[in-house]
């Protein structure tokens, strides 16, 4: 049987792939065989990113200074790398702000800049690569949630209502698209050790000792845990997974803090 896995001539867009779990991303899909286009704001950064995938796995790497925050910058990045490489395969929607504060403390202007790049922006970004995807006659789209879209989180209100979102943005096009062969699926990820969570630990502390002792596997995951889910939903071994969503969170959700050690 040839490898399910192999992602050899595909081309995957991977939004916000400049750094911690877009990266990973990034990195797994690379090391299976994809070329890699970044869409990400800090040019800098995406630079160092398109270096390191290229160096390591051999592929082609597009790096494009793409805010999908914004309908015209996606497309135009969209644009961009259909010139270069002519298809995209996948089309991972990483990219992800956040902001904590009590919800009477949120402005109009704060829930519409994190609901415009995380859910807004993902919706823009499948319905831009939809009409390539559409004519290649499959796709793979992959949107990234959170603990969040499951479970409520008293600090982070725009932000959750945003990867609640994303489920149901990955229902919804997995259903409507399932007639042109192209799978949405999800991966939810649980307290991962990136940027983002730095933050996090410095604004609730004893997040540290919360997760490891909430999560199963007895740590904070790592950007390199996502390379495995997103090879899967990426490739043939997926192809008929649609409207389903993945957990990468070292066991959180089903976690045990509310047993005592001894009889977990
Ligand atoms: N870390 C966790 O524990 C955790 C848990 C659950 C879900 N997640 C989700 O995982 C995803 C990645 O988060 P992370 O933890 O890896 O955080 P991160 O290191 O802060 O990465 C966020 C990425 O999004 C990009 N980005 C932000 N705004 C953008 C915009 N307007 N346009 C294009 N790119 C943009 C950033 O690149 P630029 O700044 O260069 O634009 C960066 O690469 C997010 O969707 C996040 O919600 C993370």
């Not at 790497?61 to 259909?82: F, H, P, R, T, W």
């Not at 089309?91 to 790049?117: H, M």
């Not at 979102?165 to 062969?181: E, F, H, I, R, S």
């Not at 649980?190 to 002792?213: C, K, M, N, Q, Y």
């Amino acid at each position: 049987m040839a490898n399910l896995f192999d992602l050899t001539g595909k081309v995957a867009i991977v939004t916000g792939g400049n750094g911690g779990i877009g990266k990973g991303i990034a990195d797994g899909l690379a090391s299976a065989g994809s070329d890699i286009v970044i869409f990400a704001r800090n040019e800098d950064k995406t630079a160092k990113a398109v270096k390191d995938i290229e160096k390591k796995y051999g592929v082609s790497v597009l790096g494009l200074k793409v805010d999908v925050g914004q309908e015209e910058s996606i497309q135009n990045g969209v644009k961009q790398a259909l010139d270069k490489f002519g298809r995209i395969d996948t089309l991972v929607n990483n990219a992800g702000v956040n902001i904590r504060k009590a919800p009477e403390e949120y402005t109009v202007e704060e829930w519409d800049w994190i609901l415009g790049i995380n859910l807004r922006g993902a919706f823009l970004c499948a319905k831009a690569v939809y009409p390539a995807m559409k004519k290649a006659g499959s796709g793979k789209i992959i949107n990234i949630g959170s603990m969040t879209s499951l479970y409520g989180l008293a600090k982070v209100l725009c932000y959750a209502c945003s990867k609640a979102g994303m489920v149901q943005l990955t229902y919804t096009l997995a259903l409507a698209w399932a007639k042109d062969n192209i799978q949405v699926n999800a991966i939810l990820p649980g307290w991962i050790d990136t940027p983002l969570t730095v933050s996090a630990r410095r604004d609730f502390p004893g997040l540290d000792e919360f997760v490891l002792d909430r999560t199963p596997a007895g740590r904070w995951g790592a950007p390199a845990d996502f390379a495995g889910a997103a090879i899967f939903l990426a490739s043939k071994a997926s192809d008929f997974v649609t409207a389903e969503y993945i957990k990468v969170d070292g066991g959180f959700a089903q976690g045990t803090n509310t047993v005592h050690p001894a009889a977990r």
